[in-house]
């Protein structure tokens, strides 16, 4: 049988060699049972949570759905997967492609495997999980931390009477100690944490992770006590179980939940502390104070061009500020842009909005050549396949025939007939192979065009603000509209107030392909990047071909 071998370990903290040694393993029970090993698919130091995170396991799927195996071996059914969901899946899209699947632990695997086993795996995690959280209380309850470092202190490896090494332990790292207490000091004294923010990266003093400061680093949440701000171990006080982690069953995800309060465990250790009671007290005060001002509640409603706006200075994003303007994060958070450039998010929706229609509306024809351009491309890759296929069925009928021949001399043959059974092994392993592929260009579904298309695509056109403002269709029309569009970029403008916005991505690629294809071979071109440029009317200031 054609077979392939699936191999992982999910942690980082594994060795690597686990991955040889299953497929060492696995590589030696193929010879035993004389299958023949394809191909190998691995996956390394990832979980196996969730299918979806899994490059080496989809790989797999698709050459089992390419026909192209017979079996698929394994060291374990939990090497596959430990969700319950994932591993009935992956059974069952092996079982539908009739790919059999065998471990060194469970055998063939069966419906009874993936009922009982995916159960027990589910379980393993479960009280994996449960174990973890047990032994992060006993280290808070040594006064040690679980979790992982702050900015303020250095961990502290020891090696144990019995060789292990000690984890939890810290000491306070006096070079960033110094910048927390300017930190406070700066926050109670009056500043910002932006204008803070701004003042350290100013300084060329490095944030928590090597880069710039921002002013949600020192801000942070006030539910969920991060932030410079809001860390108690500055305080010399240890907090667990602030939230805790589930998985997305849709992407595979880790997302955090707050605990509510009640559940938090607290642990003094006064040997961490960084910050006195007042500091800290006032501090509190504070943000108390500006806690639940208007500026900082969040929008519920996601804005058409969220996340796609940046900065022609400094290329940072631009977030909304007071609920209705696009400004620079990196100006405001950070204090590194000196851009002045901002938009209101109506004003700029208005006119990304009308520029689409004025750019798209009147464009039927290259719609319509466009349509043309691909029914041929169509035809073309049709009259390909036909011919491949004739190909295919000459080549098999070639492949039969000598299979015939092998036959006869075996059955009616003098002399020894061990060198063409092994002829004949390979024209039926040919065999399998052309069989395959004529099956699968055999079912490629049909792709037409509508007639009416150009009409279709400029009433869709003509009705873009009206899906934008039905609820029913917004998100619908709003996935479309950002499909068109890779980023915007708000540059300053001529005019104090009238910044210059550019539109880059998809839309430009796609009208530079359609404008192209009605130019003559003399026009040429220089193949450059295509912006669409709005100033304040919108109008493609350039259309570089």
């Known amino acids: 049988m054609r077979a392939v071998i699936y191999a992982r370990y999910s942690s980082e903290l594994q060795s690597a060699a686990s991955i040889e040694d299953q497929l060492r393993l696995c590589r030696e029970r193929a010879a035993r049972d004389g299958h023949a090993v394809v191909e190998v698919f691995s996956d390394h130091a990832i979980s196996g949570g969730h299918l979806g995170n899994r490059p080496g396991m989809l790989a797999l799927l698709d050459r089992a759905r390419a026909g192209d195996i017979d079996l ?3 060291e374990s059914l939990d090497r596959l997967s430990r969700d319950q969901e994932d591993v009935a899946a992956i059974y069952k899209r092996l079982s539908h492609a009739g790919v059999a699947i065998v471990t060194l632990g469970e055998g063939e695997i069966s419906e009874l495997h993936i009922g009982l086993k995916g159960t027990m795996n589910a379980l393993f995690l479960k009280d994996l999980a449960e174990k973890t959280r047990r032994g992060q209380r006993g280290r808070v309850e040594a006064g040690k931390i679980p979790g992982g470092n702050s900015y303020g202190y250095r961990m502290i490896r020891e090696l144990r009477d019995d060789g292990s090494i000690t984890t939890g332990e810290r000491a306070i790292e006096a070079r ?10 700066a926050f109670t004294a009056g500043l910002t944490p932006r204008r803070i923010a701004a003042m350290l990266n100013a300084e060329g003093v490095p944030g928590p992770r090597g880069g710039p400061w921002n002013a949600s680093t020192i801000n942070g949440s006030r539910q969920r006590r991060n932030g410079i701000l809001n860390n108690e171990l500055y305080l010399g006080r240890i907090t667990y179980n602030r939230q805790r982690f589930v998985k997305d069953p ?11 309060e009640t559940q938090w465990i607290r642990k003094e250790a006064a040997h961490l502390r960084i910050i006195d009671d007042a500091t800290w007290e006032t501090a509190r005060a504070i943000k108390a104070r500006y806690a639940s001002q208007r500026g900082n509640k969040r929008q519920t409603r996601k804005r058409l061009l969220s996340g796609l706006v940046r900065c022609g200075a400094c290329g940072g994003a631009m977030t909304i500020v007071n609920r209705e303007r696009y400004s620079c994060s990196a100006r405001r958070e950070r204090g590194t842009c000196t851009s002045p450039a901002g938009i209101a998010a109506a004003e700029l929706e208005a006119r990304v909005l009308d520029g689409l229609r004025r750019i798209l509306v009147g464009q039927e024809a290259l719609i319509s050549e466009f349509a043309t351009a691909f029914r041929a491309e169509l035809d073309r890759l049709r009259r390909t396949r036909s011919s491949r296929e004739a190909d295919l069925t000459r080549e098999l009928g070639k492949v039969e025939r000598g299979i015939a021949r092998c036959l006869a001399f075996i059955t009616e043959g003098d002399g020894d007939p061990g060198a063409v059974r092994a002829t004949l092994a390979d024209l039926e392993a040919r065999k ?12 490629d579904a049909a792709v037409e065009i509508h007639p009416n298309v150009a009409e279709l695509y400029r009433r869709k056109i003509t009705e873009l603000g009206h899906l934008l403002s039905d609820e029913a269709s917004r998100m619908q029309a ?5 499909g068109l569009i890779e980023r ?10 009238e910044p210059e916005v550019i539109l880059v991505g998809a839309l430009a690629s796609l009208m530079d392909f359609a404008c192209s294809e009605r130019k003559t071979a003399a026009s040429g071109g220089d193949g450059g990047r295509v912006l669409l440029v709005a100033g304040a009317g919108f109008e493609p200031a350039t259309f570089r071909l």
């Open 176 to 185: 960033e100690a110094a910048v927390i207490r300017r930190i406070f000091a």
């Open 478 to 482: 709003m996935d479309a509209v950002r």
């Open 488 to 497: 915007i970029e708000v540059h300053k403008g001529a005019r104090r107030g």
């Open 72 to 74: 698929v071996l394994a």
């Open 250 to 260: 849709e992407t595979g995800r880790r997302v955090s939940r707050p605990n509510p």
């Open 432 to 443: 399998r192979v052309l069989e395959a592929e004529m099956a699968r260009g055999g079912t």
